[in-house]
């Protein structure tokens, strides 16, 4: 199966300047891919759009910044567990996979004008994002403060700390707002909040002190305490617990598709195998749900 990269113009500077100058603007030669071996589903193909299955591709935006999720490898190109899965959806459509890698926030919108088919990038599903796109569910996630090891940080008592976060998250958006505006109400200094564009650089901020802690999905919290041994360490438990959901145009034949391909995988074992090799099978869903959000 051929995976193809393609860098948005606007964005091709900066990202070759965080992959060492490598050029991930042009199609890379065949290699062994996620979905090698996957069988095309008959009945999901049924329900693509025609012009989706006439093109033969799968274009598909990541923002690569959430490890171990999705991320670069060290040739630039889109990696992590989050990336095999929609690849594996890609072969069960019947088509190659197209990655962008773009910024987060840039993600949906280019879903709505219909450049892009799918987003693959972490996305919690919620109901004020369900208002842009539809969600196909395929995890059970939550949130996990992480902290330098020793220190007593509680995320329930944050008032007046420094905690970082990757900007428009949901715990940029909805989690540390809500905090820092109940320390205000209480009388108390509020929450300072340090974005940053990338996970790692929300992880290093914790490192070298500039952050008391930083706020994450459990995934990517449990990742960065396991890769900085000794160095990290989660505080309090996990909360907010939510679906993670592949993004599509809203009530959409893609959305269906995307669920009915899905849904295959869970049924052949390919879903869990995923899950599984990467740590988070605790997580995973009996079926493959559009727009299960509550919240």
């Known amino acids: ?57 799968l274009r598909i935006g990541t923002d690569a910044e959430y490890p171990p999720n999705e991320y670069k490898d060290a040739d630039g190109n889109p990696t992590g567990w989050g990336v095999e899965l929609a690849e594996a959806v890609s072969a069960k459509l019947g088509l190659d996979p197209e990655w962008e890698i773009l910024g987060f926030d840039s993600i949906i ?16 599903d919620t109901l004020e994002r369900q208002k842009s796109v539809d969600f196909v569910n395929f995890l059970d996630a939550g949130s996990q403060w992480v902290a330098a090891t020793g220190e007593d940080i509680d995320p329930n008592d944050a008032c007046g700390l420094t905690i970082a976060v990757q900007a428009t998250t949901v715990q940029d958006t909805d989690e540390l707002p809500a905090k820092s505006q109940a320390c205000e109400d209480a009388g108390k200094e509020p929450i300072e909040v340090l974005r940053f564009d990338g996970q790692p650089e929300v992880t290093q901020a914790v490192v070298d002190g500039r952050a008391a802690a930083f706020s994450a999905d459990l995934p990517v919290s449990i990742d960065a305490v396991t890769q900085l041994d000794g160095q990290l360490e989660t505080v309090g438990e996990m909360f907010d617990a939510a679906p993670y959901g592949f993004a599509t ?16 995988l869970m049924d052949d074992g390919t879903y869990l195998e995923i ?13 493959a749900t559009i727009n299960a959000a509550t919240s």
């Open 1 to 57: 199966m051929k995976i193809r990269y393609a860098i948005p113009a606007l964005a091709a500077a900066a990202a070759l300047a965080l992959t060492g100058c490598t050029n991930t603007e042009n199609p890379v030669d065949d290699g062994p891919s996620a979905a090698e071996g996957i069988q095309a589903d008959e009945a999901a193909v049924a329900l693509l759009p025609a012009e989706v299955k006439d093109s033969g591709v």
């Open 109 to 124: 919108p280019r879903i709505q004008e219909g450049t892009l088919d799918l987003g693959s990038s972490s996305f919690t």
């Open 249 to 264: 145009q809203k009530d959409s034949d893609m959305t269906k598709a995307v669920q009915a391909a899905l849904q295959s």
């Open 275 to 287: 899950l599984t090799k990467a740590g988070f099978e605790s997580g995973a869903l009996a079926s």
